[in-house]
């Protein structure tokens, strides 16, 4: 292809090609510091579907090793988001060294938490804030859980900050550290955050699951156990490829839930949130 | 290399790859990718000493195809449970059919749908047993999709499982109604032989028919070197058998397939180094080179290259699968609903 860029986020590398230079070199902004793979385990495509296409009102297809069939095309001004969506895509449909959880992870330690819920409910606002306090980021969007070990492997790639969540940063980081804030894409605005160096430097170390927590935005104060089988049925929902992965993701899974404390956690505004996982981890995580 | 070359080379002789530097590594990953041959390829080169990153990429191919095979058995033994009272011969179809007989075309093979060839008149029967009481349903709610596929098609329109979210393609014969070959289905079926458990296979000249027809009488020749290899595969199987040449020589002439079997031995002995019999295999045609331009065009970023030729071959399929007239109407109607 025309453009190409390769980088490593946790044990996965990607090579990225494209028919513009522009997504790719945003690309490259928002991951200064990350490793290149030498042979990357997953490729992702950029490209336009006609040719006139990649001048005229240029539309942005994903492609790559690993597809959904009818992936809507995106805007030139959206190319970064696309080439974001497509590693996601290789990750969660290619994946089959790892079992994914969709969940967001922090590390103190060498032991992590675990952020899970569903799309709103603020694992990644959270996550990204905690790393800027003192814990080690490792990703916003998927957990990678060794099948063998049980460890957790992280994956932090830059986090996408959504809507009300991207003034929480905008004045507080480095603004070399952000990308360019994207309008009206299919999730609202949104902007990257460069996580912090250490993330980036330590991202080959894994951690040990310590604390497992289901955060949910928008209600008082509250912290509720689970039972096992229900955060069970909720992590398998929660993971992309726990059906490819067969009897090994049952395994790793179930293991998970019995040794990780687990708890869901309401708050109603950060500061909250911050509070409650530094009590739970102070009382639980061992 | 810019074509698919590199993964046949890869595939019929693994310790070639000894020389591939990362850039290799990589277009060899992606072709093998984009022409589901991830899992055979790892198979092939399970043994040898490879990048550390490559190591790693089979290891999980491997994994995923052995996951893949279980799960075909497993959709094809839910399928006997429920079919099995009907009393009807159930033939398994392609990769789970090559995996269930624990054939070397099934080791590593990326298995999608399940196949299954069953009675014309059986047809009723096995879709109202697989809806009503094995759960299984329409993809498709589309009138004229539905109507076509009953009228004129070799199947049922796909059915799909609502818990398991597998499909299913019950085939009545092997090739388009409207397709100018008929094979005999009804002999086939009287040809195959039962496993274990109950469920069938093919004969072994009729599998390698079916396969040939699947390539070259019915389909564009897209992802054609994962068929190519089924075939090759299946040649080495059975190619030492007594009579298996003869067998299969007036098997293709009883399904109206000598051309498509012939051509499908030319390639594979071009592409893969298949020992074939030359008197089946036959001379050279003025087609075969670009058929093999078409399979090869794939290039290291895992695309699919040669729009025109890949067009042209498109429109060669449908002008296979049906006459003249009635694609004139078919792509208008298609054309409209777009």
């Not at chain 1, 605005?189 to 310590?210: C, F, G, N, T």
């Not at chain 2, 090559?98 to 080791?107: D, F, I, N, R, T």
């Not at chain 2, 040649?235 to 000598?258: P, Y």
Request: proline content about 6%; charged content about 25%; some cysteine.
């Amino acid at each position: 292809m025309r453009h190409e860029f390769r980088v490593t986020v946790g044990p996965t590398g990607f090579r990225i090609g494209s028919d513009w230079k522009q997504p790719l070199d945003r690309l490259a902004a928002l991951y200064r510091g990350y490793p290149a793979p030498e042979i990357p385990d997953f490729t992702v495509r950029l490209f336009a579907r006609r040719h006139w296409r990649r001048i005229v009102r240029p539309s942005v297809t994903i492609g790559g090793d690993y597809m959904l069939p009818d992936a809507a095309p995106l805007s030139l001004a959206h190319g970064l988001l696309g080439a974001e969506m497509g590693m996601n895509l290789q990750m969660a449909l290619g994946q089959r060294r790892y079992l994914l959880l969709h969940a967001s992870a922090v590390e103190r330690d060498g032991k992590a938490v675990l952020m899970t819920g569903e799309s709103g409910a603020g694992k990644s606002t959270l996550s990204a804030l905690l790393g800027e306090r003192g814990w080690r980021f490792m990703g916003d969007e998927f957990a990678l859980i060794d099948l063998e070990t049980g460890a957790l492997h992280a994956f932090p790639r830059p986090v996408s900050l959504k809507n009300e969540a991207i003034g929480l940063f905008e004045s507080d980081v480095e603004p070399c550290r952000l990308g360019p804030r994207m309008c009206d894409t299919p999730k609202g605005d949104i902007r990257h955050l460069r996580p912090p160096d250490d993330a980036v430097e330590r991202m080959a170390v894994p951690a040990k699951p310590a604390l497992l927590l289901f955060p949910r935005f928008g209600h008082a104060p509250d912290v509720r156990d689970i039972g096992e089988a229900e955060v069970f049925v909720r992590l398998t929902q929660a993971s992309t490829n726990y059906v490819a992965l067969g009897e090994a993701a049952f395994h790793a899974l179930s293991t998970l839930v019995q040794t990780v404390p687990t708890r869901a956690i309401d708050y109603p505004d950060t500061q909250s949130a911050i509070d409650t996982v530094e009590r739970l981890w102070a009382e639980l995580a061992e | 290399m810019s074509d698919a070359r590199l993964l046949i080379r890869a595939l019929t002789d693994p310790a070639s790859t000894a020389v591939l530097d990362a850039d290799g590594w990589t277009a060899l990953i992606a072709m093998a990718r984009g022409e589901m041959l991830m899992g055979s390829l790892a198979h092939r080169l399970d043994g040898l000493a490879l990048p550390e990153t490559a190591a790693r990429l089979c290891a999980d191919a491997l994994r995923s195809a052995d996951h893949g095979r279980r799960q075909a058995l497993w959709e094809a033994e839910m399928t006997r449970r429920v079919l099995s009272p009907l009393g009807e011969p159930v033939v398994l179809l392609k990769g789970t059919a090559y995996v269930a007989a624990g054939l070397s075309a099934g080791v590593g093979r990326s298995i999608g749908d399940l196949d299954i060839l069953v009675r014309r008149d059986a047809l009723d029967a096995v879709e109202r047993a697989l809806i009503d009481q094995g759960g299984w349903e329409w993809v498709k709610e589309d009138e004229y999709d539905d109507a076509y596929y009953r009228d004129h098609m070799h199947e049922l329109p796909p059915l799909i499982h609502k818990d398991r979210d597998r499909m299913i393609d019950v085939h009545h014969t092997v090739l388009p109604l409207t397709a100018k070959p008929t094979p005999d289905a009804e002999s086939m079926i009287a040809e195959s032989a039962a496993l274990e458990d109950g469920l069938r296979i093919l004969s072994p000249p009729d599998m390698i028919c079916h396969a040939a027809a699947h390539l070259f009488a019915d389909g564009d020749l897209a992802g054609g070197l994962r068929n190519l290899w089924d075939i090759d595969r299946l040649c080495r199987d059975f190619g030492g058998r007594d009579g298996f040449w003869t067998a299969l020589g007036e098997r293709a002439d009883r399904h109206q397939l000598a051309g498509p079997v012939a051509r499908a031995l030319r390639l594979a002995e071009t592409l893969y180094d298949t020992p074939v019999d030359g008197d089946i295999a036959g001379r050279g045609r003025a087609g075969d080179t670009l058929c093999v331009r078409r399979l090869l065009a794939r290039d290291g970023w895992g695309r699919e290259a040669h729009k025109g030729l890949r067009l042209a071959f498109y429109i060669r399929s449908h002008w296979l699968r049906m006459p003249p007239v009635m694609l004139a109407k078919h792509l208008w109607t298609k054309w409209r609903k777009d």
